[in-house]
């Protein structure tokens, strides 16, 4: 069973920069395929922001995270990443790590894309 620890989470000014880390243990890392970060602001639905595919590396973002955000993952320690820059306070949310063995070959996705999830890390961003 996949367990997953996001760290990294934090309140900070408009235009801050955070980097959220998620920590990987259980199945070998390199059995999750696709890797991806999810937010859910107070009353709203969780929503996509950021996946990273294993084999090809090739990276999708919302497109409110382009050009600010970056994913990556680390496999040589277990661990996935999102760096996040100029910080809005429509960011603000709880950010939750997600993984998936699946192979996934499309730009947007939905929290059903994965099974198995972190416990969420609080962003809060003032004005």
């Known amino acids: 069973q996949v367990q997953l620890v996001e760290s990294g989470g934090g309140l900070v000014q408009f235009g801050a920069s955070l980097r959220l880390s998620c920590a990987v243990s259980?199945?070998?890392?390199?059995?999750?395929?696709?890797m991806g970060w999810f937010r859910q602001a107070p009353g709203k639905e969780r929503e996509f922001v950021a996946t990273?595919?294993?084999?090809?590396?090739?990276?999708y973002y919302t497109e409110s995270a382009k050009g600010r955000f970056t994913i990556s993952r680390d496999n040589a320690e277990n661990k996935l990443y999102l760096q996040m820059n100029n910080l809005k306070p429509e960011d603000t949310g709880v950010y939750y790590c997600?993984?998936?063995?699946?192979?996934?070959?499309?730009?947007?996705?939905?929290?059903?894309?994965?099974?198995?999830w972190g416990q969420g890390t609080q962003v809060t961003v003032s004005p």
């Open positions: 259980g199945p070998p890392f390199n059995t999750l395929n696709t």
């Open positions: 990273i595919g294993r084999i090809t590396g090739r990276t």
């Open positions: 997600a993984a998936s063995v699946r192979v996934y070959v499309k730009t947007y996705y939905k929290p059903e894309d994965f099974n198995s």
